[in-house]
């Protein structure tokens, strides 16, 4: 099956300016998640969709990240205005739900964007 | 609250020894714990995962890991390094009812030298 599909896979922007993230999940996978992953450290989730809705959006800094998922498939992750510390690699993910376990749920990884502002 | 520590951001072994990455986890309910390997330039891949049913987990690659409650660990291994196997290992944990919310370390580089 296809993977977890991501663009760009780079994007170098200055600050204040804005910029979008696209992910297409597997398909059928009705759960998405969107980490962001800072040099030297694991990821840090930001934001969990199940089909349209998001069911956890706790660690997403909502004063300039968005994001949506129209049609409970692909998403958008969106930075305005980008501030330094913002510099990341942005990492898409989806799985299936095959239970409350979360082990049987194994998530998926996309390439991700790697994201520089300048 | 749950979360994970990785004890080294670097190990460095040669081709043909044992690994060991080293992984300790706090979680208030029972665990689910994950290895994920990152290569460069590509996405993170499960390497095993322990669900309570057998606590030696097998993955991929030859790679296995033994969850120790009474340590709280959950160490990977793998007798014989490959050069194939340098990238970045991560822990991670979470648990039922956590809407499968995962929680990573930091994540540790391993280099394999001829």
């Known amino acids: 099956e296809a993977g977890v599909a991501q663009s760009p896979r780079y994007k170098i922007i200055e600050k204040r300016q804005s910029v979008a993230f696209w992910c297409n999940p597997i398909?059928?996978?009705?759960?998405l998640y969107w980490y962001q992953q800072i040099l030297g450290q694991g990821p840090k989730l930001l934001i969990q969709?199940?089909?349209?809705?998001?069911?956890?959006d706790s660690q997403l800094p909502k004063d300039r990240f968005s994001a949506e998922r129209l049609k409970g498939v692909d998403s958008t992750l969106k930075i305005q205005p980008a501030k330094l510390e913002d510099s990341a690699v942005y990492l898409c993910?989806?799985?299936?739900?095959?239970?409350?376990?979360?082990?049987?749920?194994?998530?998926?990884f996309g390439p991700g964007t790697r994201l520089t502002v300048l | 609250a749950q979360s994970v520590t990785q004890l080294d951001s670097h190990v460095s072994v040669s081709e043909g020894t044992p690994v060991l990455l080293r992984c300790n986890y706090s979680?208030?309910?029972?665990?689910?714990l994950f290895w994920y390997v990152q290569h460069p330039n590509k996405g993170l891949q499960l390497l095993l995962k322990?669900?309570?049913?057998?606590?030696l987990v097998k993955g991929i690659n030859g790679f296995e890991a033994e969850f120790k409650k009474s340590e709280t660990s959950f160490h990977l291994t793998k007798p014989s390094a490959h050069m194939s196997d340098a990238a970045e290992y991560f822990c991670?944990?979470?648990?039922?009812?956590?809407?499968?919310?995962?929680?990573f370390g930091t994540g540790t580089q391993l280099k394999v030298e001829l």
């Open positions: 993910a989806s799985s299936s739900f095959r239970g409350r376990l979360a082990a049987y749920n194994e998530q998926f």
């Open positions: 398909s059928g996978h009705a759960t």
């Open positions: 969709f199940q089909n349209n809705g998001v069911v956890d």
């Open positions: 979680s208030s309910y029972s665990p689910s």
């Open positions: 322990y669900t309570s049913a057998a606590t």
């Open positions: 991670v944990v979470t648990f039922t009812g956590g809407g499968n919310k995962l929680t």
